[in-house]
C-alpha cells in the first residue's frame, strides 16, 4: 500500500514513438537487480552482441556500492540494434529492461503529502505533445513511482524559498499553484508572462516571511500576482527593454553554452578532453570569433550571427514554451532535491533562464544551416538538448554554474536576455 498520491502533469500528452534518441543521449544506469537480470539474458554473437563487447562500464564506487551504466559503443546503448529498437524489448518484453529505461521519461518529486511527477523534454515526443494524455497512463505510472519513490517520501523536509527561509509544505505549494498559474495566463505572449515572473519572484526576494503563514501568506502569492500582472501587461512594448550588458552576456554564453553541451557519460574525460572544454568556455566568454561546435549538430559559425533580430517565432513556439514550463512548475523540476537542492526564488530564475538558452541554441541550430530565421523543428530540437542538461547535468548544480545564475538575477539582465533572445 503506497502512502502518497500522484500529482500528473494536467496538459501532456506522452507515447514512446521509438525514435531512440533516449538511448543514444542519455548514460543508463543499472540497478543490482536490473545487471543481474542482463547477465542471465545470456547475450551473444547471434543476438547481434559482438563476443568481447563489455555490457556494463563502471561508473564510480561510494563505501559498499557500485554504480555501473550500460555500455554505449560508438554513443548509442549496446543494445540498440541496426533498426533503432531495444534488442532487450525485442527478445524479452518490455519489463526486462532496466528501471531507467522504463520510467523515462518520467520524473517524480517530492511534494508534502504527494509525489510530482515531471516528464524529460529531452524526448522529442514530449516536446511535440505526441501520444495519449498523461493522466490516461496513471496505472503504468503509478507502477512505476511505487518502484522508485521511498516509503518515507512524505517526510522530505520543504526545500527553502530563499536562501535561509525555510516554508512548510503547506505554505510553500500555494506558491508554487501560482507560479503554475503565472505561466497558464492566455491573455498574454510567454515573454511577457516570464517579465510576471521575474517581478513576481522579485518581489518574493525582498518580502520578510516570519510574520506571514497560512491563509495570510496565501493572499501574500495571490497579491504580489496581481502586482506583476498589472506591471506588465499585454500591450508591454518588449522593444524598450534595454540589451543585456556585456557581462551579462559573457554570463549567459557560458550558461547557454553548458546547455548545448551534450553530456552523456560516454563523455571523452581525458586530459585533451578536458582541455577542449576550457578551450570552448575561453571561446564562450569572450564571444568573439565562432562559436565552437559542442554537438555534431551545430556548425562553427560567428557568435555575432547568434546576437541579430531573428524575428518573429514561429507560431508553435508559444505553446511549447507555455507547456514546458507549466509541467517542470507542476512537476516541482525546478529546485530543491530535483534541482540540485537550490531554494524555490533561484530555482524560478533558472527555469526562466531556458527560455533564452533555448532560443540561443535554436539560433545555432539555424546559423548552422545558414537560415536567419527560426523553424518550429529548430525550437523541438534546441528544447531536447536544453533540457537533456536541465536539473540532470552535475555541471549544472556547481558553485561557478550556480554564481551565474545570481549574477545574472542581481545584474536584472534575465529579463533583458529573455527579451534580446525573443527578437
Ligand atoms: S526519446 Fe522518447 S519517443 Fe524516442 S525512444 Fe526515447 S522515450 Fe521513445
Known amino acids: 500500500m503506497s502512502h502518497f498520491s500522484l500529482e500528473l502533469p494536467t496538459i501532456q500528452n506522452w507515447n514512446c514513438h521509438s525514435c531512440s534518441e533516449c538511448c543514444k543521449q542519455h548514460g543508463i544506469f543499472v540497478t543490482d537487480e536490473d545487471k543481474a537480470r542482463i547477465e542471465k539474458q545470456q547475450w551473444t554473437e547471434a543476438d547481434g552482441i559482438p563476443t568481447g563487447q563489455e555490457l556494463f562500464v563502471k561508473e564510480g564506487t561510494w563505501p559498499g556500492k557500485t554504480w555501473f551504466r550500460l555500455s554505449q559503443p560508438n554513443g548509442a546503448c549496446v543494445f540498440l540494434n541496426d533498426e533503432g529498437l531495444c534488442r532487450i524489448h525485442a527478445k524479452y518484453g518490455e519489463p526486462a529492461k532496466p528501471l531507467a529505461c522504463r520510467i523515462y521519461p518520467y520524473a517524480f518529486h517530492p511534494a508534502g503529502s504527494k509525489v510530482a511527477v515531471s516528464v524529460r523534454f529531452s524526448c522529442p515526443s514530449v516536446v511535440q505533445n505526441l501520444g495519449q494524455p498523461v493522466s490516461s497512463n496513471r496505472k503504468e505510472i503509478r507502477g512505476y513511482a511505487n518502484q522508485v519513490v521511498p516509503a518515507n517520501v512524505r517526510d522530505a523536509e520543504p526545500p ?5 527561509t525555510r516554508l512548510g509544505w503547506s505554505d510553500l505549494l500555494p506558491a508554487v499553484e501560482v507560479l503554475d498559474r503565472l505561466f497558464a495566463a492566455d491573455d498574454a505572449p510567454v515573454l511577457i508572462k516570464l517579465l510576471r515572473v521575474l517581478y513576481w519572484v522579485g518581489l518574493i526576494e525582498q518580502s520578510k516571511f516570519d510574520k506571514l503563514s497560512g491563509e495570510r ?39 547557454a553554452g553548458q546547455y548545448a553541451r551534450k553530456d552523456t557519460y560516454a563523455d571523452d574525460r581525458s586530459l585533451r578532453g578536458r582541455w577542449r572544454l576550457l578551450q570552448m568556455a575561453l571561446a564562450l566568454t569572450r564571444g568573439r570569433g565562432t562559436v565552437p561546435a559542442v554537438q555534431s549538430c551545430f556548425r562553427e559559425v560567428p557568435f555575432s550571427k547568434l546576437e541579430e533580430p531573428f524575428g518573429q517565432l514561429p507560431e508553435e513556439a508559444e505553446e511549447m514554451f507555455t507547456r514546458y514550463f507549466r509541467v517542470k512548475v507542476q512537476g516541482m523540476h525546478f529546485f530543491g532535491r530535483p534541482f540540485y537542492g537550490v531554494p524555490f526564488v533561484e530555482g524560478v530564475h533558472s527555469l526562466v533562464l531556458v527560455y533564452p538558452s533555448v532560443l540561443w541554441i535554436a539560433r545555432w ?13 529548430d525550437i523541438v530540437k534546441a528544447i531536447t538538448i536544453a533540457d537533456h542538461n536541465h536539473g540532470y547535468s552535475p555541471a549544472f548544480g556547481t558553485w561557478g ?23
Open 217 to 255: 501568506l496565501r493572499e501574500f502569492w495571490e497579491i504580489i500576482a496581481s502586482a506583476s500582472v498589472d506591471a506588465f501587461g499585454k500591450q508591454t512594448p518588449i522593444g524598450d527593454i534595454a540589451p543585456p550588458s556585456r557581462i551579462g552576456r559573457s554570463q549567459f554564453r557560458l550558461l
Open 160 to 164: 527553502e524559498l530563499s536562501p535561509g
Open 401 to 423: 554554474f550556480r554564481r551565474r545564475v545570481r549574477n545574472l538575477a542581481q545584474m536584472g539582465d534575465i529579463a533583458k536576455l529573455c527579451a534580446w533572445y525573443g527578437r
Open 365 to 377: 541550430l539555424a546559423a548552422s544551416d545558414e537560415r536567419t530565421s527560426l523553424t518550429r523543428d
